[in-house]
């Protein structure tokens, strides 16, 4: 039977959760790396025993771990980010030109084929590629001196790379979002980049239609049709079909339109879920009920799915990169929350369980489903 | 070259696969805060970039250097460290700080106020009160009322207050509130502090606010 492995990324260290395919007994592991900060932990696709994991402080800055053992153990790995060049700057919260300076690794995204291969998004917003399996990292600054650079600026949580989308059917596309500049692709590996913002519209913007600038929180794309993708965006749920190159609005009956994640079905390609959150000023969800909502046209049709979760007195936030699926025949869905809680649903999102309470706030989620 | 001793915190002797609180490295002369990161990194270099920053060499801001209970954090990194450190008698301290360190300087307080009879500490929005009985004769301040200023406020002889002021007003302050009542502010943000200073002014406070029996069991001249 097959197994499946949530790896848990919180304020305070990795959690490894783990069940059987029916998906309803789990065994919770110790916390790894203890007390630190894990922004997030991902393995290979290539190699499902090779793990990358964002290890982070205030006090020690950051440090990359790899296992290559499945999280058995673990060895630190090169954790040198130095931009590319001339770092340049960006646009501070003021307005006023700021320096780019290295802050942490929001998200690792290992290469489909090659362990040894991963992409680090990082704060401040740039991104990074290893081939030695994390020794040495190397910035693909194309995307950060494309032109657009100077005028990106930070969003409340820092100006952070934190979403990669490899095109599994073109190994030179990549999808990229920052928060708070947009969404940019490549389509010669990495080399150039253009801004795909069009069709994006935030109204607490000058330009509301600007070419960047754009607070998007997330990003998903489903492997059977990878010129579709989804975004949840600061206000605004968005929807692509040509890549990137226009994006129409698919909030549609949703509650708010705020909100963080945004994951899709693994076998249904227009199921997707949200969690809508009540306002950017508030980070709880509205009328303390927390509900996740399931698209089954591909936007604009929502239904809440509440069965199992809190329908009273709940005020937790669902952060970015903090909702994943499995690969089962019935899809698996997991998201966790700033209060520590990690719901699974074994029934794509019909009824959820919590698989544990009282972790620390959870920064994010990813599942492995092993044969 | 030297044997240096050095005490890591907790997490990064984890990353550095080392058990013992404390590490031994041999150290290139002249042995200085730079030197001895140095060899610490090339023997564990794990820990690059976790105590000081990969490019500019600056110390990560919520990090201390101490050592032969002085704060060297401040100093030239190639200044040399003290000969108690060079020998091995004494080892550098890498210290994780907590709000930049005004846990250090409560410690310190609080080793001074052990000095006298009958005092407790209690603590309060990020300040400190150091009682006698149930009478207060220092604070901790830490930027008390948003001054910018971490100090320590005691009750000086009439007038005192401001002669100190107007001897070293980089020093001294005039603390909000208590100033009008007799009491001095001593800077703690300053690079150096003389805590024979700190002590002889807690001394004296504690002479002029505790109960005559209790003030009559220290000894201090001219009060």
């Not at chain 1, 942490?104 to 084929?113: D, G, I, L, M, N």
């Not at chain 1, 929807?239 to 708010?256: C, I, K, Y």
């Not at chain 2, 209690?122 to 830490?142: C, E, M, S, T």
């Amino acid at each position: 039977m097959s197994t499946v492995r949530v790896l848990v990324g919180t304020r305070k260290g990795v959690f490894v959760l783990t069940s059987d395919g029916k998906r309803e007994k789990w065994d919770i592991s110790e916390p790894a790396f203890a007390g630190w900060e894990i922004y997030h932990m991902k393995a290979s696709p290539a190699d499902p025993n090779r793990m990358y994991a964002s290890q982070s402080s205030g006090w020690f800055g950051q440090v990359v771990q790899r296992s290559d053992d499945g999280g058995k153990s673990w060895t630190p790995v090169g954790n040198k980010f130095i931009y590319d060049g001339d770092a340049g700057t960006h646009q501070w919260y003021d307005g006023t030109p700021h320096p780019w300076e290295f802050k942490r690794v929001w998200h690792f995204e290992p290469s489909a084929t090659d362990p040894d291969t991963v992409y680090a998004g990082v704060e401040d917003a740039a991104l990074f590629k290893t081939t030695d399996g994390g020794a040495n990292w190397t910035e693909l600054s194309g995307l950060r001196k494309h032109g657009s650079g100077p005028r990106w600026q930070p969003g409340a949580g820092g100006m952070c790379l934190h979403t990669i989308v490899q095109d599994p059917t073109n190994p030179e596309r990549i999808f990229i979002a920052i928060s708070a500049a947009g969404t940019f692709r490549t389509d010669d590996g990495g080399a150039t980049w253009k801004p795909i913002n069009h069709g994006l519209v935030s109204a607490q913007m000058p330009d509301p239609r600007a070419e960047v600038g754009h607070c998007v929180h997330r990003i998903a794309l489903h492997k059977s049709n990878p010129n579709r993708l989804f975004m949840q965006k600061h206000w605004d749920v968005m929807r692509t079909d040509n890549a990137g190159d226009s994006w129409t609005e698919v909030s549609g009956n949703l509650p708010t339109d705020f909100g963080f994640v945004i994951d899709i079905h693994s076998h249904e390609p227009e199921t997707i879920y949200v969690v809508p959150i009540k306002s950017d000023s508030f980070h709880f969800p509205p009328d303390g009920q927390l509900r996740v909502y399931r698209s089954r046209t591909g936007g604009n049709e929502w239904e809440p799915l509440t069965k199992g979760l809190p329908q009273s007195n709940c005020y937790v936030n669902v952060l970015r990169e903090a909702m994943a699926v499995d690969s089962l025949d019935e899809c698996g869905v997991y998201f966790g929350t700033t209060g520590g809680q990690v719901y699974a649903s074994a029934d794509a999102g019909d009824s959820w369980n919590p698989i544990v309470h009282d972790l620390p706030p959870v920064l994010s989620v990813e599942v492995q489903t092993l044969p | 070259m030297k044997t240096i001793r050095v005490v890591l915190p907790g997490h990064l002797r984890t990353i550095a696969r080392e058990e013992g609180s404390e590490v031994t490295l041999e150290v290139a002369e002249p042995v200085s805060i730079q030197s001895v990161l140095d060899a610490l990194e090339s023997r564990y270099p794990a820990l690059e970039g976790t105590i000081r920053d990969h490019v500019t060499k600056k110390r990560r801001p919520f990090l201390r250097f101490f050592a032969c209970s002085e704060d060297l954090s401040h100093d030239p990194v190639d200044a040399p460290l003290p000969e108690a450190v060079a020998s091995g008698a004494e080892p550098l301290l890498v210290v994780g700080a907590i709000a930049g360190g005004t846990t250090s300087l409560l410690e310190r307080l609080d080793k001074i106020n052990a000095r006298f009879p009958e005092t407790s500490r209690y603590d309060q929005a990020g300040h400190a009160g150091f009682q006698v009985r149930k009478k207060v004769f220092a604070y901790f301040l830490n930027n008390h009322h948003g001054d910018g200023i971490v100090g320590l406020a005691c009750k000086v002889l009439p007038g005192d207050n401001q002669r100190l002021i107007d001897s070293d007003p980089a020093k001294f302050y005039m603390p909000a509130y208590v100033g009008s009542r007799g009491w001095v502010g001593l800077r703690l943000d300053t690079k150096k502090i003389d805590w024979d200073e700190v002590a002889e002014l807690m001394l004296g406070s504690y002479v002029l606010c505790a109960p005559k029996t209790l003030a009559r069991a220290v000894s201090i001249p001219n009060v």
